[in-house]
T-cell receptor, first 108, second 114 residues
Framework: LAKTTQPISMDSYEGQEVNITCSHN???????ITWYQQFPSQGPRFIIQ???TKVTNEVASLFIPADRKSSTLSLPRVSLSDTAVYYC?????????FGKGTRLSVIA | DAGVIQSPRHEVTEMGQEVTLRCKPI?????LFWYRQTMMRGLELLIY????????DSGMPEDRFSAKMPNASFSTLKIQPSEPRDSAVYFC????????????FGPGTRLLVL
């Protein structure tokens, strides 16, 4: 399983764009990059997945460079309700391995 | 669909007692996962099933832990006997077998063993 590395924590003010970068140097050809979000006292929630280039949905954007050794989750104009832990995972239809994630704190 | 349903939501028990956690996956999903989350160890996969068959239980801490999936709509995780170090939040998640990256998590069971 590819190992991922992401910052332990980040702080941001409301209204700012937040970019969380994850490195996965050993990603395999058939691996996808998936991000989950976990609010306090809730289970993780799938937010976005990509294989290469850029993916955008109503929650976030995911940027993946050509070498796929890293990915960046972009949250536009964060609000207090985006305070959560964000997990970056890499897998090829195999069970997910959650690391410690990035704890994002949004400040008013 | 109501999503993944877990019961109980909270459980407080004494050391040595048997604890049974229950999970109902999303209808139509054929993969089911049990996780444990603690501050120290984060979110750990304990065991997962495909089509009701246990595939990998290497994450189960020890023989005190057991999991079953008698049918496609129900699974249990049992701890017998329970110990204080088992205190954690236990999550159940389900997905389609062909898309295990997209899992849907239940609300979790918060277990406290005194």
């Amino acid at each position: 399983l590819a190992k991922t590395t992401q910052p332990i924590s980040m702080d941001s003010y409301e209204g700012q764009e937040v970019n969380i970068t994850c490195s996965h140097n050993n990603i395999a050809t058939n691996d996808y990059i998936t991000w989950y979000q976990q609010f306090p006292s809730q289970g993780p929630r799938f937010i976005i997945q990509g294989y290469k280039t850029k993916v955008t949905n109503e929650v976030a954007s995911l940027f993946i460079p050509a070498d796929r050794k890293s990915s960046t989750l972009s949250l536009p104009r964060v609000s207090l309700s985006d305070t959560a832990v964000y997990y970056c995972l890499v897998s090829g239809n195999t069970p997910l391995v959650f690391g410690k994630g990035t704890r994002l704190s949004v400040i008013a | 669909d109501a999503g993944v349903i877990q019961s109980p939501r909270h459980e407080v028990t004494e050391m040595g007692q048997e604890v049974t956690l229950r999970c109902k996956p999303i209808s139509g999903h054929n993969s089911l996962f049990w996780y444990r989350q603690t501050m120290m160890r984060g979110l750990e996969l304990l065991i997962y099933f495909n089509n009701n068959v246990p595939i990998d239980d290497s994450g189960m801490p020890e023989d005190r832990f057991s999991a079953k999936m008698p049918n496609a709509s129900f699974s249990t995780l049992k701890i017998q006997p329970s110990e204080p170090r088992d205190s954690a939040v236990y999550f159940c998640a389900s997905s389609f077998h062909r898309d295990q990256e997209t899992q849907y998590f239940g609300p979790g069971t918060r277990l406290l063993v005194l």
